[in-house]
């Protein structure tokens, strides 16, 4: 134990430190300039950070969210006749956009549709292809709406979960596939610690974040075995100051969140450096899954010990 502690734990903390600032120092805001880029769900959230970044950045932009404010948009007027909640969400996202273009985007678009639909992420591509000519990175990043409790036997919930979760990242990456290659771009696929050890209250969303692991992992070997250059990134994320994450768990989760704004640059960094996995914040991501082969019940135990469950909402 001496020896371990003396020895070993520095030496690999060492080890990760480096691994971790040598690929972090390489990047630079112009490899996102100019390059076109769409990022699912970014009317909110860590998307919205995120649209903003590349905004910034110079890159050209595809945010897409449920909103049905596509035509208002196409005819360059914003409907102010009436006011319903849908009015007023759609004029939110396009708020987004037109702020991604006040920041310096190259191009700012909204695309809407709902994903639970796979025939909305066809026209999602198929709107890059045509007004963009390409795609240099698919930030996949959008989630339906769960419940943080515990799991209350819904079977059809899970099923529309991995529809919006899951099965439309799968479906966005075959169509987008084509643009990709011709570019040898980048895919970014946005998950959470939920998709690599099990957390308690969020049964079916862990489900679908495991999901895109087995996917997307599996896929990145097949592309390794063909020579296929299109990078892999999937992003390990800890609990995020969201609006919505901080509504269903603040009370429960014993544990600070993690800035939004920083969490988005973390990501882009990652994919642009075409980075196999993306960890933040890294102390309470990376650090507990070193746990989860060697100790998986202690580490269990460790994530049972920040929920608070009598805090819970009644059901
Ligand atoms: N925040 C955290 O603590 C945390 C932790 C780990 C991982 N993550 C991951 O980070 C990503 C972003 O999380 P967030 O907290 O920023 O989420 P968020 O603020 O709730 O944003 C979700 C986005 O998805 C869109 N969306 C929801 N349902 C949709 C549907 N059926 N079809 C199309 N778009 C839909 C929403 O827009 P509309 O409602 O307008 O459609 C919104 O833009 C997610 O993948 C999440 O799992 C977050
Ligand atoms: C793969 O794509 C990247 C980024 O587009 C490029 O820098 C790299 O040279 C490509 N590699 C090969 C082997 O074509």
Redesign the pocket.
Known sequence: MGLLQKILIPVLGLVLAFCFYSSRENFKPEMLKGKRVIVT???????EQMVYHLARMGAHVLVT???EAKLQQVNGKLGTHTCTHRHR?ANL?LQVVERCRALGASSARLVSG???DMATTRQLVEVAEAELGGLDMLIL?????SYFNYFDGDVGHVQKLLN?NFLSYVAMTVSALPMLKRSGGSIVV?S?MAGKVGFPFTVPYSATKFALDGFFSSLRQEFSIQSVNVSITLCI????D????MRAAADVLLMS?APKEECALEIIKGGTLRQREVYYRYASTKLPLLLRDWAAELLDLLVRQRYRPERLRAA
């Open positions: 769900g970014a009317s909110t959230g860590i998307g969210a449920r909103t969400k996202t709902s994903m639970e990043n959008h989630v339906g709406k919006i946005v959470s994320l800890g609990f995020i969201t609006e919505n994450a969140p």
